[in-house]
């Protein structure tokens, strides 16, 4: 049986495997320091995740699989991606769009997914200068 810990996140504290650690060797943009990351997956969150970063200042994001924000939602894993995510063709990958609250709107930046090969537990941020989504999108689920 798989050891498990607490983390506390500013959407409250959950139990998670201690093994699965995602490594982000170049962090995220504004928090590059913080390289360790778990994907947080709850009832009281669904359809949502938590992004809970493990070093300091450990970041907390919400965040959503952008298929559930635009259906037909595509975009293609950039090969400098797929090499630092150690890809192979046709794996699955989990990819993550950011929430954002802005006033009384929850926004999702669809330019810029979180994409972590769970094979390998190692993600990474891509961002996509000549992306047809947007950085502020809307999001309503359901």
């Known amino acids: 049986m798989a050891e498990t810990a607490t983390i506390e996140t500013r959407f409250g ?12 060797p170049d962090g995220l943009p504004g928090f590059e320091r913080c390289r ?11 359809p949502l995740t938590c992004l809970q970063g493990l070093d300091d200042p450990h970041p907390s994001f919400l965040a959503v699989d952008p298929r559930l924000v635009v259906p037909d939602y595509e975009l293609a894993l950039p090969p400098a991606a797929c090499h630092r995510v150690d890809a192979r063709d046709d794996e699955p990958l989990v990819w993550l769009v950011l929430v954002r609250l802005h006033a009384d709107t929850a926004l999702v930046n669809l330019r810029a997914p979180v994409v972590v090969n769970p094979r390998r537990m190692i993600g990474v941020q891509v961002i996509a200068a000549d992306s047809r989504y947007p950085v502020d999108h809307c999001l309503s689920l359901g």
């Open 13 to 24: 504290s959950f139990q998670v495997d201690a093994g699965a650690v995602v490594m982000m």
């Open 36 to 46: 360790r990351f778990v994907i947080i997956a709850a009832p009281t969150l669904e």
